[in-house]
């Protein structure tokens, strides 16, 4: 928004609760299970990943997609489309996201466009390695982070190359997913309500 006096902006990162790192064991680990959270919408391109799926097959257990939305049905076709239907199953609600979290290998954020992407933020500090599209906002904050992999947005080839090269990298272990509490910390529901009362403290 170039018509802003930056001089006169504060910026407030969102803030969400932060999940206690797991360490998982990926070695010589022949298929993953796959989370993806969010709005079934076509922003968040779960039609991407589900599109790029056929080719990884063999290397899948699992995928969960844990949301609601407009393009349920969509992404329904799409999975039957693929033959998909032992591999994919669509959550609209769960109470607990951390044990859907812990069940996973890996997470996915396939937005075509994103503000921020708090769900990356739970994912990774949850211990999981993440993919992530490489769409300003969501690839700007994220990407510098370990065990953070970006493709190209709106891309499905690229997604599909980015996801079979960090399988084969976490099965070979090749990426060492460490524990980033401490860097993801000024992104925690504690630290956004403290930035909240400083700010208008000031005022």
């Known amino acids: 928004m170039p018509s802003l006096d930056l001089d006169k902006v504060v910026v407030i990162e969102n803030g969400t609760e932060l999940i206690q790192h797991k360490i998982r064991n990926f070695s010589k680990k022949k298929k993953f299970n796959i989370i993806v959270l969010g709005s079934l919408t076509h922003k968040k391109g779960i039609d991407l990943l ?12 699992k995928i969960k997609i844990i949301g609601s939305g407009p393009e349920r049905e969509k992404l329904l076709n ?3 489309k693929f033959s998909l239907n032992s591999l994919v199953e669509l959550i609209d609600h769960t109470e607990d ?7 996973a290998d890996i997470g996915v954020v396939p937005s075509r466009w994103e503000g921020f992407g708090l769900v990356a933020v739970e994912m990774r500090s949850s211990g999981l390695p993440i993919l992530i599209s490489d769409v300003p906002g969501l690839s700007d904050i994220f990407s510098h982070y370990n065990a953070v992999v970006s493709f190209k947005v709106g891309s499905k080839d690229s997604l599909k190359n980015s996801l079979n090269a960090l399988l084969e990298d976490l099965s070979n272990d090749r990426i060492v997913v460490k524990d980033l509490k401490s860097d993801l910390e000024n ?3 504690q630290n956004f309500l ?7 403290k000031k005022i």
Do not use: G, M
């Open 50 to 61: 589900l599109s790029s799926i056929p080719h990884l097959v063999d290397k899948i257990n």
């Open 78 to 80: 799409l999975i039957n």
């Open 97 to 103: 996201i951390k044990a859907h979290l812990y069940d």
């Open 187 to 189: 992104y925690s529901i």
């Open 194 to 200: 403290k930035r909240y009362e400083e700010f208008y």
